[in-house]
């Protein structure tokens, strides 16, 4: 790695960020036709995902690059350390807001529904009985079962506290200078990772076609593949990064003083962790 320029780097134009903006927004909007029965909605989910996917390669490795090159001073350095800080602290406040969801809909909205106030109960859905989970007054949910919290989503919760572990044990083998047991943590780092994908794609499976439970399934399925679906892409999105990281380290990238990019992809990964444990105690055991 090169020695960091003395002045402050201010890259050049570049179009990833635009191209990133078109690959979300076919993406969500591909997302948003096929879960309406839409015969397009799953090309453009996929098409969406592919320009997303090119974003994240192409302008990772342009970073790499000035990276590798000496173009970041220490003062660029905080400024990533800002930006990553306020990136994380945003998608607190989106996990806040679903969480806030399932709150609302629990604590508030069905015992209202079910008889907390007597007016609402008898007005809208008299002889209703709150509980959950629900499937909505008038049984508009369906049937369904609920999803448990001892199989498969408390082997997910080992897997993700187990990361977390693997990738402290990372950062340490860095700072010390061992390059072999970097790599070696990493990679154990993201076999954990994408087994725990892996485990929610069967969850998944298994929920709609033997549980039926479905996103129709009153406000019960609902939040739960909203905190669930929108965790695991935040997994899916941080085991790519893991991967990216591992492979660079084992070019040799990173060095005991200078390695923010490794430090931001295990700041992420902690808070997935942080927001696994949330879920699980909220939305599988409670």
Do not use: C
Request: without cysteine.
């Amino acid at each position: 790695m090169s020695e960091a320029h003395g002045g402050y780097y201010v890259p050049h134009g570049t179009s990833w960020p635009i191209i990133g903006s078109i690959g979300l927004t076919t993406l969500v909007v591909g997302f948003a036709n096929f879960l309406n029965g839409s015969s397009v909605g799953m090309t453009m989910m996929l098409a969406g995902l592919g320009i997303t996917l090119l974003m994240m390669f192409g302008w990772f490795g342009t970073v790499i690059r000035e990276s590798q090159a000496g173009m970041y001073n220490e003062q660029v350095d905080k400024s990533f350390r800002w930006g990553m800080s306020w990136f994380i602290f945003s998608e607190v406040m989106f996990f806040a807001a679903f969480f806030g969801a399932l709150y609302y809909a629990r604590v508030l909205s069905v015992p209202w529904l079910g008889g907390a106030d007597v007016e609402t109960n008898e007005f809208l859905w008299s002889g209703w009985e709150a509980a959950w989970p629900t499937n909505g007054p008038g049984d508009m949910g369906g049937e369904y079962e609920a999803m448990g919290a001892w199989g498969i989503p408390a082997i997910n919760t080992l897997l993700l506290l187990s990361s977390g572990v693997t990738i402290t044990f990372a950062h340490w083998a860095l700072k010390k200078g061992q390059r072999s047991a970097l790599v070696l943590w990493l990679l154990a780092t993201v076999v954990l990772g994408f087994t725990f994908l892996g485990f929610q794609i069967y969850e998944y499976s298994h929920a709609y076609h033997e549980m039926n439970l479905t996103l129709a399934s009153g406000i019960y399925g609902s939040t739960f593949y909203m905190l669930t679906g929108f965790h695991g892409m935040h997994v899916t999105i941080g085991a790519i990064m893991l991967t990216i990281i591992m492979l660079r380290s084992m070019k040799g990238h990173f060095t005991a003083d200078h390695h923010f990019a490794f430090e931001a992809v295990a700041w992420y990964w902690h808070f997935v962790d942080v927001v696994w444990l949330g879920l699980f105690i909220f939305v599988y055991v409670l």
